[in-house]
């Protein structure tokens, strides 16, 4: 009897698991997945706000990071559209919205875990929880690990699906890359992606739970370095929201410093917003500051930017206005800048930016191409996908790719 042992029960490994066991041909095969939570897939049923962003129907390299272009193979192998009929097959109906997002028919991450974990109970996969490899070594053909249960596994083939750093409450942990550098790899720097930025707060405490939709520029210098747009949160250490997400990666890779241009009233020119300026002071000529911006934006967007523009009290007149002053408001409606401080922690990320290098593995199998038997997939690895089911969509792919890839060294 052989036995394959996949080293975390997320995403990834649950679907290697599935793969080996569904590609192996012969039936002298234990596969035992070893999960250091008390359950398999706790990341996998928090996804997309627990109804699980499963993948996205543009999965183009601009969307990922790291060794895009390795990972870019793999994708094209196991596409968007395979991975969504292999879901068909273990019950999982797919639906897709007007980005390209595709979720769970169900709006249910667990629905999805349910039907992984059925599947795999079906195939006879073993579920092994509250059982953290602690070391794995190599003696000749075989892997003797470590269990932090006390137990030690001698296997034939090891799948390091242990995934990143990232919601340690969810099993985000370091130990698979220990596990992979004592076993010969290197792991390039590492860190937080998909997460909220800290700003300085001065001046936004007032918008504290505000929601708006915005255009968000991250700068560095005058360089701009990404774009989005959508619905901005303001909170107490600073922005987020999924535009904020969506621009958080290099801040969290550290390098340089940043502000971003926060525009209020993106469907504008800034000529456009100060003519409309103009237009309100004729129309609204007995008010005061504390209504100008009445009716056009949020009550406290509005009280507040034009605290910090004009530096007046709310009771300024608005038939006072002068026109510096409807020019200073529009270029703060237009650009209001904020310097970034940093990002939240690794438990408020939703994903590692870095990992395995992919040219130490196989590309058509996974395998270490430094110790025979080894394969690794999922987030672990060198790669990284924007918000949008790109994530998932990688840990899908390397998945299969991985088990797939076990199951043709096996046999
Ligand atoms: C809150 C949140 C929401 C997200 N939403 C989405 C989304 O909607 N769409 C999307 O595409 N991506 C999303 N992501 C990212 C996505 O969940 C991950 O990229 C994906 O789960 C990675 O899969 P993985 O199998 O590589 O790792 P994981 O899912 O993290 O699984 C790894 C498993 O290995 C276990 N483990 C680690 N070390 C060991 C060890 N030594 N021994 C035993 N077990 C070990 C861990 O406990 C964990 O269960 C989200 C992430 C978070 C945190």
Not at 172 to 191: E, Q, R
Not at 231 to 248: A, D, H, K, N, R
Not at 257 to 270: G, L
Request: proline share 3%; charged share 25%.
């Amino acid at each position: 009897m052989k036995t394959a042992v996949i080293i975390g029960g997320g995403a990834s490994g649950l679907a290697a698991a599935i793969t080996l066991a569904e590609s192996y041909g012969r039936k002298d095969l234990k596969i035992i997945i070893a999960e250091r939570m008390d359950r398999l897939g706790k990341k996998l049923a928090a996804t997309g706000n627990g109804t699980c962003n499963i993948t996205n129907k543009y999965c183009t390299p601009e969307r990922y990071h790291g060794d895009v272009k390795a990972a870019q193979k793999i994708i094209e192998r196991y596409p968007p559209e395979a991975v969504t009929e292999r879901f068909l097959k273990i019950g999982v109906l797919c639906t897709l919205d007007k980005d390209g997002k595709m979720y769970p028919f169900s709006r249910q991450a667990s629905s999805v875990l349910d039907c992984l974990r059925a599947r795999a109970a079906a195939l006879g996969i073993a579920e092994k929880c509250k059982c953290e490899v602690t070391a794995v070594k190599k003696k000749g053909d075989k892997f003797l690990l470590d269990c932090s249960d006390g137990e030690k596994i001698t296997a034939d083939a090891v799948i390091l699906a242990a995934g990143g750093k990232t919601a340690p409450s969810l099993g985000g942990s370091d130990s698979g890359y220990t596990i992979a550098a004592v076993l010969g790899h290197t792991v390039t720097a590492l860190s937080p992606a998909i997460v909220q930025l800290k700003t300085e707060t001065g001046k936004i405490k007032p918008l504290k739970g505000v929601k708006t939709d915005t255009k968000i520029t991250l700068l560095s210098n005058d360089s701009v370095i990404a774009e989005q747009t959508g619905e901005l949160l303001f909170t107490e250490y600073g922005i987020s929201g999924p535009p904020v997400l969506q621009i958080s990666r290099p801040v969290g890779a550290k390098k340089g410093s940043y502000r971003v241009k926060i525009d209020f009233m993106p469907e504008f020119s800034e000529n456009q917003v100060r003519d409309i300026l103009k237009r309100r002071k004729n129309d609204l000529y007995t008010g005061t500051l504390e209504s100008f911006f009445t009716g056009m934006l949020s009550k406290r967007i509005g009280q507040t930017l034009a605290k910090i523009a004009l530096s007046r009290q709310l009771s300024f007149k608005i038939s006072e206005l002068i026109d510096n002053d409807l020019d200073l408001l529009a270029k703060t409606i237009k650009g209001f800048e904020l310097p970034v401080t940093g990002t939240l922690s690794w438990q408020n990320a939703q994903v590692t930016a870095g990992g395995i290098p992919l040219d130490q593995f196989d590309n058509q199998t996974l395998m270490s191409k430094r110790c025979a038997g080894l394969f690794a997939a999922g987030e672990i690895l060198n790669v990284d996908g924007d918000c949008g089911g790109f994530n998932l969509q990688w840990a899908w792919s390397s998945g299969i790719t991985a088990g797939a890839g076990a199951a043709a060294y096996l046999e």
